[in-house]
């Protein structure tokens, strides 16, 4: 009998066709339509505004090599500074919390994810308070010590890349301590009893084992930060120093809007992205990681003696860094007239608050975002539930195809994704564009891999024999979804309802091209605040938004404490 | 087609994934009240049989009837639901449901039957006490040690008095220890509620200890059926011989039939010529004998086949001496008791009965 028979024989199944194929669509619609607008649009050499192109060629993307060769060293140079600086601090505080007798080692791995959490551009805004040249907190209390000229610039090549390092950065230590965890401590045991010394050991067998993981966290680190958008505008802009993801945002700035040039350099970063994500797959895949299996163990942990306490240090210095710094020289600026970190001299107001939250424009875009985070977490939980049970659970031909379209979003960069949904919503026939259905559509459609891939983590979880046991038991299909599934997969589904929720609230790089004067929403409203206000009323947006994403956080981290960790 | 004394007739089964075919024609019938092994190794389609039983797997060939009711039919399409067959299930992984209390998972079967509290209570009750579980009614399922999760796992397969529950290597989870106690128990518990019972494992002592009958399953097909003694003492062929207790298999050719009834000549290569019991039917072809390490005799018995042979090595295993044994025949195995040890290098004669020796299938 072959196989579609037999799917009609089991009871319940002949509707499962009618829901796929539908999904199967609506996804495509969704994650491939605006890609192929987009290598449209690219190849576009007549009037850029022009849908259907009128003439075809390749001059965007020889323009590109062109004009914009210092944008594209630019890129490679702060992409190589930041992927190099997060790996160290990443290998360096895997190392640490996974192989030492650290104090504190389990709090301190859960503070680590915190960087991730305080997004880029928060992060970006807060190291321009900080070391900005004159006004930065940095410098002026060095002068205010006595000292001369500027100690730090921000507004610099290392400072974007010192801010991407920081803030995105914290994938490679998720990855590089994964990779210390999933080894077995017997391969090292093994070769201390056959007679190798401790730094031997570490040399010929540690070192080989995790070095697959390493340069797989490398590869992957270096794919983001091509693709990361937030600090090189912030930071950029200000600083003339253009890359990939802030000329693409510049050209559509441009009258008219150079769409082709934008989808050319779009495309560019796509593919480049892409055959790098491949590239860590396939390393992946290709089993470099023989040794290291599924499993999650407890390294052996050294004993470092009085070595512990430094080593504590190293950690705490890398939070004070990345969130305690950062947040309190934004909570100080955002509380007085004029930011200053000398305290003598800073007179106090709650002014910028109020501001902040009696300004129309950014009433309106902070009550659209959480609405947005709101709607799409929501309906987005229930769609992508649906997608996982498809994917997962049933049994339903073409799934696989349906996986890998949930998934491509990924391999794209937020920015291009952006620019494509905008050129092909300008040019669809349904008007969304400029309202915030738009910009709820996109969200979903960039936030299904986080999202499915939480959800889908619960339901692998969930062993099957707990649902057939149920049936067993005599429970009808709807009973045991009652009684059983829901129950189960609960803190999933909140786990990533709130997750959707938080990268709503922050999302910048699809909103950026999306958002139209009707609807605004927060994290581009804080970048043009930071552009045309002061720092010290974007300083208290930025508060009021983390403030947001913060609440979220704790009720997830009361949530999932019992449950996985590494919700990143 | 089926008649009352049986309680579940599988016939012809056959189950596929994909190119697969994990169950190739497998027929067998389980009566009133008795208990039934599938026995085999890993990947041998005996999980995959007892899941068909329960409706969790769709066969694509064969019918499944219980209590005279068919269940599943290929050829007219008819499939019962798993909630409508009446059957339970005891999981490899014990399913307990970490979201209930221990209660909450015995007294779920009863509720999905909407009983009356007070006749939920009284059954739930029973059947934790049947597992001795009472005392932990109360207790979070995500609290419980293995032992006790297969407790409650029982007990909630049972709470409801089903005809037939179906366990899926219940035990295998357990530690050697408590996988002992627990045989003894679900032995008991068997008789006691006189329930029909299939059973799945790949532990051919579990298989033997607790079963009316066993099935002794390979690569998808039944080799051989009979009681645990049958199955032990007559081997039907070679995977029979060795996956089922230890035997040593003698290879030659078979003479000519003795008077005595069942009783043939075997020629062993190298020219010693054995008597041997061919229980099941001459086909020809028939080329091995096996001889059951426990059933060689070190000393000469009279009317036996009788053997010199030197001991070679000797293994001290506690519950038995293990001898490894040149002779005539090439070397052989013998399980001895640990009484009356003989030396390494030691010569020797050895003596096994007709009987204990069986022409296998070729």
Redesign the interface.
């Known amino acids: ?1 072959t ?1 579609p028979v ?1 799917g009609w ?3 319940g199944n002949h509707w499962q066709g009618a829901i796929t194929l539908p999904v199967l669509l609506v996804v495509a619609f969704l994650v491939l339509l605006p890609v192929v607008f987009l290598l449209e649009e690219s190849l576009n050499t007549g009037d850029p505004m022009a849908f259907p192109p009128q003439q075809y060629g390749l001059a965007n993307y020889a323009a590109m090599l062109e004009e914009d060769l210092q944008v594209i060293v630019n890129t490679v140079v702060i992409a190589v500074t930041a992927t190099m600086m997060a790996v160290v601090i990443g290998f360096t505080l895997a190392w640490i919390l996974t192989r030492t007798n650290v104090p504190g080692r389990d709090r301190l791995e859960r503070l680590m994810q915190l960087p991730y959490y305080m997004t880029p551009l928060v992060g970006a805004l807060a190291w321009a308070v900080l070391a900005s040249p004159k006004s930065g907190f940095f410098n002026q209390v060095w002068r205010w010590a006595g000292g001369e000229g500027d100690l730090f610039n921000i507004y610099s090549m290392f400072g974007i890349a010192w801010i991407m390092a920081l803030f995105e950065g914290t994938v490679a230590f998720v990855m590089i301590s994964a990779a210390m965890k999933s080894m077995d401590p017997a391969l090292e045991e093994s070769a201390r009893v056959i007679g190798a010394s401790k730094l031997r050991t570490a040399l010929t067998v540690t070192l080989p084992l995790v070095m697959p993981g390493v340069l797989g966290a490398t590869l992957f680190v270096f794919a983001e930060m091509l693709g990361s958008f937030a600090a090189a505008l912030v930071i950029g802009i200000p600083a003339r120093v253009y890359v990939i993801t802030t000329a693409i945002w510049d050209s559509t700035l441009s009258y008219p809007p150079a769409y082709g040039r934008a989808s050319a350099m779009g495309l560019a970063l796509f593919v480049v992205m892409f055959a790098m994500l491949s590239g860590y797959r396939w390393m992946v895949a290709r089993g470099s990681f023989a040794t290291i299996t599924g499993k999650a163990f407890r390294p052996r942990t050294m004993d470092m003696g009085r070595l512990a306490w430094p080593l504590f240090a190293v950690c705490a210095l890398y939070i004070v860094l990345a969130v305690a710094l950062p947040l309190a020289a934004l909570l100080l600026t955002s509380l007085e007239r004029f930011a200053t970190a000398l305290l003598s001299q800073a007179q106090f107001t709650l002014a910028n608050y109020e501001m902040a939250l009696a300004l129309g424009p950014v009433r309106t875009a902070l009550a659209n975002s959480l609405l947005l985070g709101l709607g799409v977490a929501t309906v987005g939980v229930l769609v992508m539930a649906l997608l996982v049970w498809i994917i997962y659970r049933s049994e339903m031909v073409g799934r696989g195809a349906v996986e890998y379209l949930v998934m491509f979003p990924q391999a794209v960069p937020r920015l291009v994704f952006g620019l494509a949904l905008l050129w092909a919503w300008l040019n669809m026939p349904i008007p969304i564009y400029g309202t915030l259905w738009l910009l709820a559509l996109a969200y979903f459609t960039v936030m299904l891999p986080i999202g499915v891939r939480t959800l889908a983590g619960v339901v692998l979880q969930v ?1 099957k ?2 649902e ?9 299909w709807l ?1 045991q979804l009652r ?2 599934s829901l ?2 997969l609960k803190p999933g589904v909140i786990a990533a309802w709130l997750l959707i929720f938080m990268a709503s609230v922050r999302e910048l790089g699809v909103s950026v091209f999306l958002m139209g004067p009707n609807a605004k929403v927060i994290a581009p409203s804080i970048v043009g605040a930071f552009a045309s206000s002061g720092i010290e009323l974007t300083a208290a947006m930025a508060l009021i938004q983390t403030f947001t994403v913060v609440v979220a956080l704790m009720i997830l981290f009361r949530l999932t404490r019992g449950m996985t960790r590494e919700l990143t | 087609m089926s008649d009352s004394a049986s309680r579940i007739v599988v016939s012809d089964l056959s189950i596929r994934y994909g190119e697969v075919t994990a169950v190739n024609g497998v027929s067998f019938e389980v009566g009133r009240g008795e208990h039934v092994t599938l026995l085999g190794p890993s990947g041998c389609g005996k999980t995959t049989t007892l899941r068909a039983i329960a409706g969790l797997e769709q066969p694509a060939i064969g019918t499944i009837s219980i209590d005279g009711e068919v269940m599943y039919d290929a050829i007219e399409r008819r499939n019962v639901p798993t909630e409508h067959r009446g059957v339970s299930m005891v999981f490899q992984s014990y399913a307990v449901w970490p979201h209930m209390t221990v209660l909450g998972n015995v007294a779920y079967g009863l509720r999905v039957r909407k009983l009356a509290s007070s006749e939920l209570s009284a059954k739930v009750e029973r059947a934790l006490d049947l597992v001795q579980m009472r005392h932990l009614a109360d207790r979070p399922a995500s609290k419980l040690s293995g032992g006790q999760q297969q407790r409650v796992a029982l007990a909630r397969a049972i709470a409801f008095s089903p005809t037939v529950v179906l366990f899926d290597e219940p035990l295998s989870n357990l530690d050697a220890k408590l996988r002992a106690e627990m045989r003894l128990e679900l032995r008991e518990l068997q008789r006691q509620l006189g329930i029909t019972s299939v059973y799945v494992t790949h532990d051919q002592e579990e298989a033997l200890a607790i079963s009316d009958r066993v099935i002794v399953m390979n690569v998808g097909v039944i080799e051989q059926i009979g009681t645990p003694e049958q199955i032990y003492n007559r081997p039907r062929n070679r995977f029979v011989a060795d996956f089922v207790g230890s035997a040593n298999l003698i290879r030659g050719r078979v003479g000519k039939p003795l008077a005595n009834g069942g009783t043939i000549e075997f020629m062993a290569d190298g020219g010693h010529v054995l008597r041997a019991t061919a229980p099941h039917a001459l086909r020809g072809g028939e080329t091995e004998v096996a001889v059951r390490t426990a059933y060689i005799e070190i000393g000469k018995t009279a009317d036996a086949n009788q053997l010199p042979g030197t001991v070679r090595r000797r293994m001290f295993h506690g519950d038995f001496v293990q001898y490894v044994i040149d002779c005539p025949l090439g070397q052989l195995i013998v399980r001895r008791p640990p009484t009356n040890l003989v030396a390494e290098g030691e010569d020797i004669e050895l003596s096994f009965s007709p009987e204990h020796c069986i022409l296998l299938e070729g």
């Open positions: 009998m196989a037999k024989l089991r009871s062993d024999s707990l057939e046991c149920a049936r067993v038991c005599g429970a009808g009973y009684t059983i129950p189960l």
